[in-house]
């Protein structure tokens, strides 16, 4: 059967015949790849591509009507799936570039939001009343119970209390504009 011209072996490869499809197949495989490996610069890629149209090949034999010889079918096909390739390529190629930039664009707008809301909460804190700012500051950052800080400052706990409800007005009252962000901010920042 090797010997047989691609014609004749289309015809039986048409009909089913396995082994005309294998000679086909064997004549050509090479040959197309390194074809298809000029387009795609890749020889990986260019055999996927031909085994590809072989498939197709298989599963549409009975409907094939080819009307140029074998080879010049396969050459033009073999280009035409390999630009389809390159084309498909590009796309994803494209696609990930804009995602990466519109990932990269999103973590610096984030960055600049969460660095313009601690220089806001920092410009506020600064702004409390001295004793308010202390209290705040000693129950915040440091940790300490409000008993604790009336000891520190000889205070009454109710003082601190009293301070410390007022500086979180105030801080809210500054900084609603940046309500989505200070809720999860004082939600991890301020925890008792």
Sequence with gaps: MKNLEDDI??????????????VLFKRHYKNLCLFSAKHLQSYDLAEEVVQELFCKLWEKRSNLNIHSSFKSYLYTATRLNSLKEIQTRQLHSEHHKVIKTNSSDSVEDQTIEKNELQ???HETISSLPEQRRK??????????KYKEIADKLNISPKTVENQMGKALRHMREALKEYLPAILVFFSIFFKK
Excluded: H, P, Q, T
Excluded at 9 to 22: H, W
């Design 119 to 121: 220089a806001k909460i």
């Design 9 to 22: 072996l289309l015809e039986k490869f048409k009909s089913g015949d396995v082994n005309a499809y294998e």
């Design 135 to 144: 209290v705040f500051e000693m129950s915040r950052n440091e940790g300490l």
